[in-house]
């Protein structure tokens, strides 16, 4: 479905701890981002990637921190410097430059 | 950096009618501003957009409209049905596509579709 896949769906994290959400496209698409979603904020983008190896800061990079080891993948991870993670994390990924953005299907993280 | 500002955050329309949506950018380099839907816990799906180069574009019951001189864009739906009942998200983005920095977003607005 879309060819962008998200995991988990659900995530719960404890104090003080590290998880990581997973974005892996079958698409061949060279550029890829991770949003955060907030009732009534809208999306706002954390971190984006347009090549392999290479990342940069979005708007709200803070707590956060990605890897683009692979084209397909683009993993998210939130610290424990995110003091407010709860949230709906949803990955994007596009061809290139001109062409149009594509999301999987969301990640709902919370806090224990 | 871009600010986009859309409203109204809530429309309540009677079934058949239309309803419209605006949005306003800050930056003049923009060039494209597409709009997505979204459905309750789902993810974004766009359904239209359009370039600087032109100035409305429709598909069927949807239309956008694009003013650069005033910097603010619109969408138009006609006929409306309870299907339309979503989340409708406007952006801008100045790489002509998400390809380069990725697109900024408005806070949404909340279409409801009374029967």
């Known amino acids: 479905d879309g060819g962008i896949t998200q995991s988990p769906k659900y995530l719960f994290r404890k104090e003080g701890q590290n998880v990581t959400l997973s974005c892996e496209q079958n698409?061949?698409?060279?550029?890829m981002y991770w949003y955060r979603q907030d009732p009534g904020q809208g999306l706002r983008l954390i971190y984006y990637?347009?090549?392999?190896?290479?990342?940069q800061k979005g708007d709200i990079a803070e707590g956060y921190s990605v890897s683009r080891e692979k084209k397909e993948s683009f993993p998210l991870t939130v610290t424990s410097a995110q003091k407010n993670p709860t949230a709906f994390y949803l990955c994007?990924?596009?061809?290139?430059?001109?062409?149009?953005?594509?999301f999987g299907s969301g990640t709902q993280l919370s806090v224990l | 950096g871009e600010n986009v500002e859309q409203h109204p955050s809530t429309l309540s329309v009677q079934e058949g009618d239309s309803a419209v949506i605006k949005c306003t950018y800050s930056?003049?380099?923009?060039?494209?501003f597409p709009w997505y839907k979204q459905e309750l816990g789902k993810r974004p799906q766009l359904i239209i957009d359009?370039?600087?180069?032109?100035g409305e574009k429709k598909d069927q019951r949807i239309a956008v409209t694009l003013n650069k001189t005033a910097k603010h864009f619109s969408l138009h739906i006609t006929e409306t049905q309870p299907e339309d009942s979503a989340v409708y998200f406007c952006?801008?983005?100045?790489?002509?596509?998400?390809?380069?920095?990725?697109?900024?977003f408005g806070k949404g607005t909340h279409l409801i579709i009374q029967p």
């Open positions: 994007a990924s596009c061809l290139g430059y001109g062409e149009k953005l594509f």
């Open positions: 698409l061949n698409h060279d550029a």
């Open positions: 990637s347009q090549i392999v190896n290479d990342f």
């Open positions: 930056d003049s380099a923009s060039n494209y």
């Open positions: 359009i370039r600087s180069n032109v």
């Open positions: 952006a801008a983005s100045m790489g002509s596509g998400g390809g380069a920095d990725g697109l900024t």
